[in-house]
């Protein structure tokens, strides 16, 4: 995709000092030249007329975007007096930045300064996660959400590409000998645009929030787009030498950590083909946010773009296997709990985690979790583990693997409930089922109750479901409070016990390994189940395909059409779940994993929607 040239744009100015922030070298501080500077910025004025209407227009920005947002200040500085100055500092780098002029005001000692502070602001907030200190920092975060701070720093980013460009061409095509004062005006647009892109990686790293109004501020398309031009427009990129290895790292890792927290592919429509062209690359700090971006993306219909290549499944594992073999459990700045929940999240496909457990991923994960001492860490490895362990194979292995049992038996025992969840999970799938059916589930198990089998996004519909179906008559099963591995005899017997499955069908669904040991240990059990869908425009595919396969759904994709998909589904429940001899059970049942057995055959046609038919249709 790299293009050469004759003259290209290299920053490469050696007098800075490096600002410590998540990534290695992901901030830079820049000295101001005024005098340098403004006489750059004179020239440029003399080239573009319109910089003071610009400027016009910038300063009612700021003025309307202060009125706005004061008001939220003054309420955060009265709730929370101890972080008032923290709010304030937040407030006025904010301010500045909205106050820049759209272009080439980037050359402005006050916007230096500001830069500067909002990045060393982002660096502590981001590593502050796991700490006392997180609470502080989660209260400053949702402050940036409130005042638009996503999209103030878009907007500015976008300016500083922009400049980016024409500085680099202005470079490409200037004949004189003397190139200093345009290559200093380069490495000062290349620094402002490094430090507000590390600002948005840090911000994202840390908050969910701030991850969505991120991306409804345009920031994953503007990544997208900035790292094909850049690579379309510097042939050599890929050694390091000029600045822009360094965006297209961060613009990488800005999209990680979107897919990682919102796990929503309608922000990434037609991203597959690019992340996969940088997933390829031999440069792993390129690599890595490429494939891990991916992992969250892809579904049964687009998976081939990464099984077409095992190496990239070889290449996480590798990173992982390093991680938890070094002091800080990281690799190239990825921490062990990262990487297995890529891992996780690549194995939710049945042909990823096949390669994957002939890979060595169950020795990786064992070493890793067995060297763990922190909770997330553990969480993420033993879900992992979970996950591989649909596969039969891999239960094999992990049953074979010197330790892996007796390490999930021991976290299934943490004080953390969702290190206790993960392990549960994984321990049921390995030997719980097995085990539960030899001992009490060989006779027919009788029925009283519906259970909703949810994934936990959906829980505000369904809980409107299960009142209204309570009211009804009906005894409802269904998990409200997601504690999670409290014990295994719960969770079966919520299956074992029901009269009728609701299976709330989406993709978070179908990528649960909770929800999937839930689901297939109905089937298993031979459970009447009937699909709810909750996701418009969802067909359900994998596993979830092979469960439903042919079965008459009824639609609750919004909240408009739940009172009369209740109306569908007492028709369709015809009094199971209904039986006035027995006395209500309870209305919160912590339920967990559960699994049947694998399916091995494909629906002969797509879920059906029933939401017009007739008492005729279904008769």
Known sequence: MGSGGSKKLKVTQPQVNVAASRVPDSSTHIA???KMLQDV?????????GLERNEKSSVQDNTEWVVLHTGTLQRYKMKYPEQAGNFQTMFDNMQVLVNTTHQYSTLVEETVHRVHSLSSQSGSISSSAGTHEAEEYTRLMGFVVEIEGAAVLQRFAQNCFNDYYEMGAHFENDNSDDESSVELTCYVVFAYLRRVLGTIQNFTDFHNGFCRESAKAGVVSMCLENITRIDRENYNWESGYDGAFQLIETCLSILHNISRRLKDRDLFVNSDETLLYFAKLKARGIAAPALLCLGYLVNEETNHLISAD???LQFILTMLDEAWQSEDRRCIGYSAKELAEGLSHLAINDHNKKVLGQFGAVRVLTKSLQTSSENEEQASGAKALWML???????DVIRQEEGTLDTLRALHHSDDKDVKQAAAGALWEIEGKTARNNAEVSKEVSGHHVMISYQWDAQGMLVEVKNKLQASGYRVWMDLEQMGGSTLEAMAKAVENASVVLVCVSQRYKESANCRSEAEYAYQLRKDVIPLMMQRNYKADGWLG??????????????QVI???????????AGRGKDIDVTDGPTEVVIRPSEASVLTTAPSSAVTDVSGWTNEDVK
């Open 32 to 34: 101001p030249q005024p």
């Open 41 to 49: 910025q004179d020239q440029r004025l003399s080239h573009d007329g």
């Open 310 to 312: 095992e190496n990239l």
């Open 389 to 395: 362990a649909f596969d039969d194979a891999n239960k």
């Open 546 to 559: 092979m469960l439903v396969g042919t079965k008459l759904w009824i639609d609750f994709q919004s909240k």
């Open 563 to 573: 009172d009369l998909g209740v109306g569908k589904l007492v028709k369709e429940l």
